[in-house]
Structures are given as structure tokens and as C-alpha cells.
């Protein structure tokens, strides 16, 4: 049975990719991004910055008038502003937080209402292991980073009598455009000898959002080839 799933950041990269999961599994897909592109298949691609809340509002009470209320929930967008901290701007600061973290938080907000009243859903937030490693310049993205994984824990812990879970999914080094300059004596750390794909974020975000993983809740999965191993 298809499910209405409603995903952010899926345009490219990691989210593109779980985008694209979801499609080849018969899944009903949303997406949401700055862009408003989407991989073929996506039922409905909207263009919004998550920052404009009305905007945002507008765009899933769209989604929803369509397709239903969402069954899973991805929060895949964020953006990068590193640099060192003493260099580190207010402004750069604040977008990260914002885009990374408050906004998820909105945006998930919103999408747990109807799927209470469902009494039903999945959610799944995209973390990082950078708040779990200590990757200098990093200070913003780390701290909104870390902020999902605690939202989440307490998110679980408030919506799983209406048996809904809520997880984290904390990739590490995976080739996208953000990771393009990585150095090699960082992916030379990762036990497995290579970055990650896409496709491997995409294959656990699948399994948390099945039937499979109804009895995992508030939990972090690093799919990062043992690069945080031990956190």
C-alpha cells in the first residue's frame, strides 16, 4: 500500500537519494527544498525555504489536501557555514542553527499533528557524526547536529503511545557535494577505507521507516563506516 511520504533537502545528494528509495518502493513522495527539484518519480516537488514559516506551512497543507496526511516524515535539509569559531560570524551562526535544527523542528511539528490523529507515522531526522567526532569548524553545524539528536529523544518519548517512533540517522563521510573536498587522510580514518554513498543513508532511512524497525524509537544509527565507532 503506498504511503504519503514527505521529505526536506531531497533536490540532491543524500535526500535525492532517499527520495528515491521511497519512489522504487511504491511510496507516494513530497519533497520540499530551496530548488524544487526532485528525482524522478517524486509525485510532488515544492519549492520553499524552510526559514519562511508561512511558506512552509503552506507548502504541506498542500501536500497533505493531495495525498493524505504523511505516514513518514525525512528531515534531510542543512546547510554548512564552517569555519573556525573565533572567526565564525553571528549571521554564520544563526543560519545554520536555523536552517539546520529550528526549522526541523517546525516542520516536524506540523506533520506530527495529523499523523497523531492517525494514530500512525514515522520520523525520521538526518543528523551527522560531526557532533560525535569533533571536526574543527564545525561549531554550528555540530551544535545543530547534536540539538536533533536530544529533540528526537524527547519527541519519541511524547508521541509513542500513538505509535509513532522517531529516530536519527547520523551519516558520516558520504560523497555528495558537501564532502567534495574532504581530505584524504580523513576518509584514510573510516575502518572501512572509503566514503559512504548515498544509496547506503537511503537502504537505513528505508528500514526505520518500515514495519521492521516498529519497535526502534529514540535511537541514533551511524551508517558511517565505523569512523565514530565507540560514540
Known sequence: MSRHVIITGASRGIGGDIATAFVSAGDTVTTLSRSGTAPDGVANSLAVDLADREATDTAIDH?????????VFVANAGITRD????????DDWDEVIET???SVFRVTKRVLKPMIRARYGRVILVSSI???VGIAGQANYAASKAGLVGM?????????SRHITVNVVAP???????????S?????QVPLGRTGHGSDVAATVSFLASEGASYITGTVIPVDGGLGMGW
Not at 184 to 188: I, K, Y
Open 184 to 188: 584524504a587522510d580523513l576518509v584514510a
Open 63 to 71: 501536500a497533505i489536501e493531495l495525498f493524505g496526511p504523511p505516514a
Open 130 to 132: 560531526s557532533p560525535f
Open 100 to 102: 539546520n535544527l529550528t
Open 172 to 182: 558520516g563521510l558520504i560523497a555528495t557535494d558537501m564532502t567534495r573536498d574532504v
Open 152 to 160: 528526537a529523544r524527547s519527541l519519541a518519548r511524547e508521541v509513542a
Open 83 to 90: 569555519n573556525l569559531a573565533l572567526r565564525m560570524s553571528d
